[in-house]
């Protein structure tokens, strides 16, 4: 897993608002895909080559610029990625990175809650709950998402 750090909430100046609003305008359904893409690419998720990204699909607004998503993924309608989780014990925001790999599919209101690292040619089933690390190659599935069996290539 990702290691975790305390980070306080960045100033909101000019900037962060813009590249909110492009997050916020990507998230709409009447977006076409290829203008979504470079939305995304203006609100700071590293987009590492082409891929599908639904509508409202839902990004972390307070720390978009650690969110990294590979080449060829799919993430479909309804799913929200987080980079950053609260602690109620310490009352402190914690954020990490959220690096999905090349050949992902993302199942339909998928939520990514922890900052994970999702391996190369993964699928996460509709309605999953995403907290942990998923290694390359396998179909994960559940709330909370649990390993259901190792993909084979044909």
Not at 36 to 62: A, E, N, P, Q, T
Not at 90 to 109: D, S
Request: glycine fraction near 12%.
């Amino acid at each position: 897993m990702n290691e975790l750090s305390y980070i306080p909430q960045p100033p909101y100046n000019f900037r962060r608002i813009i590249a909110k609003m492009c997050i916020v305008i990507a998230s709409q359904s009447l977006t076409l895909p290829s203008i979504r893409l470079k939305m995304l690419k203006w609100g700071g998720i590293k987009l590492k080559g082409k891929c599908f990204i639904g509508s409202h699909v839902s990004f972390d607004g307070i720390y978009p610029n650690l969110i990294e998503i590979g080449t060829g993924c799919i993430i479909t309608s309804g799913t929200h990625i987080l980079s950053h989780f609260y602690n109620t014990k310490e009352r402190r925001f914690y954020a990490g990175k959220v690096c999905i790999g090349n050949n992902v599919f993302i199942g339909m209101n998928t939520l990514i809650v922890n900052p994970v690292n999702i391996g190369d040619g993964v699928v996460i089933g509709a309605g999953s709950v995403v907290n942990r690390d998923i290694p390359a190659g396998e179909l994960w599935a559940g709330n909370p998402v649990r390993f259901i069996r190792k993909i084979s290539t044909i």
